[in-house]
């Protein structure tokens, strides 16, 4: 099992760039989610999906889209790119409805200029 | 407003010398409460869930320990390897997302 794998690892955009984040999981989890972390912020929910074809809005959407056309995947798309974005991204997958574990890939550090 | 703080900060500890980190939280329903291991440059690395004051969980030289207002993780003679950043997070109420609420994490090294 890879757990939660994510690609690229690292990425450089310009200002008004844009570029999709992909994610995936291999263990079957039904919902996913995508965090970015900032020093001194903690780790941020961006969305989250519930299952596939399903996405929700988390506690900093603005700027982002996501979508979720299968299970084992959930995309993050920045259409504009800005400095502010400039972060770590996570995506993390949990089992199904219920006080679980959510497990983590290994982050995108972007940075836009 | 549910709130997650951890303290210290950051803590600096001889190889061998016991401490404790601190979580505390403000939120409504608690679900449960997780721990987890961050290393420099990875993911956040799941290590224990507590579900209701009272409960203990181990492993290895870490125990985690829950009460009705804060949890703790202790680390009993630490090693060198157990640096890392220690992040608390909370699942509260019964939202349809399972959401996370995260505390900004103690950074603990631990010196040989």
């Known amino acids: 099992n890879a757990g939660v794998t994510q690609t690229p690892k690292f990425r450089v955009l310009k200002t008004g760039q844009s570029m999709t984040l992909l994610c995936a999981q291999d263990m079957n989890h039904e919902y996913m989610y995508w965090y970015r972390q900032d020093p001194g912020m903690g780790l941020r929910l961006i969305h989250y999906?519930?299952?596939?074809?399903?996405?929700a809005k988390g506690e900093v959407p603005d700027g982002y889209n996501v979508s979720r056309l299968k299970k084992q995947n959930f995309l993050l798309g920045l259409e504009s790119a800005a400095p502010s974005q400039t972060s770590v991204y996570f995506c993390?997958?949990?089992?199904?409805?219920?006080?679980?574990?959510?497990?983590f890939g290994p982050g995108t550090r972007l940075t836009v200029t | 407003e549910d709130q997650v703080t951890q303290s210290p900060e950051a803590l600096r500890l001889q190889e061998g010398e016991s401490s404790s980190l601190n979580c505390s939280y403000t939120v409504s329903g608690l679900r449960g409460l997780f721990w987890y291991r961050q290393d420099p440059g990875k993911g956040p690395e799941f290590l224990f869930t507590l579900y209701s004051a009272g409960e203990e969980k181990e492993k290895e030289r870490l125990k985690a320990t829950l009460t009705k207002k804060e949890s703790f993780l202790h680390i009993t003679a630490p090693k060198p390897e157990d640096s890392a950043t220690y992040l608390c997070?909370?699942?509260?109420?019964?939202?349809?997302?399972?959401?996370?609420?995260f505390g900004t994490g103690t950074s603990l090294t631990v010196i040989p």
């Open positions: 993390a997958s949990s089992y199904r409805q219920g006080a679980y574990e959510q497990y």
């Open positions: 997070a909370v699942q509260a109420g019964w939202n349809t997302g399972n959401q996370f609420y």
């Open positions: 999906s519930v299952g596939e074809g399903t996405t």
